[in-house]
């Protein structure tokens, strides 16, 4: 079982994450709240700004203060967006 760090000491397993995608939009903003009335939200910002929503397989949504971004890079994907002028 692979263990992502998400940051300051928490961790989930990346076997189970679907996806892990920004906070800001509308339709992310009400999942996230009809998954805390449920009591399925895991809130593992301590106190920051939310920078990345996990969605796992089990329904659970995880906030994170780190970007997305790094936490793709934590699980090895190393996953960036090329410009063109990378690409020419």
């Known amino acids: 079982m ?3 760090n998400i ?3 928490n ?3 990346a076997e189970r994450l679907i996806s ?3 906070p800001d ?4 903003k009400r999942m996230i709240q009809e998954v805390r009335e449920a009591g ?3 809130d593992a ?3 920051r700004k939310t920078r990345a929503v996990l969605i796992m397989d089990s329904g659970h949504i995880v906030l994170s203060a ?3 971004e790094t936490v793709s890079a934590r699980m090895g994907g190393k996953e960036t967006e090329t410009s063109e002028e990378e690409l020419t």
């Open 25 to 28: 939009s509308a339709p992310v």
């Open 66 to 68: 780190l970007q997305p």
């Open 2 to 4: 692979k263990l992502v």
């Open 45 to 47: 910002t301590y106190g």
């Open 11 to 13: 961790m989930v397993s």
């Open 7 to 9: 940051g300051f000491g």
């Open 20 to 22: 892990v995608i920004g």
């Open 40 to 42: 399925n939200l895991i």
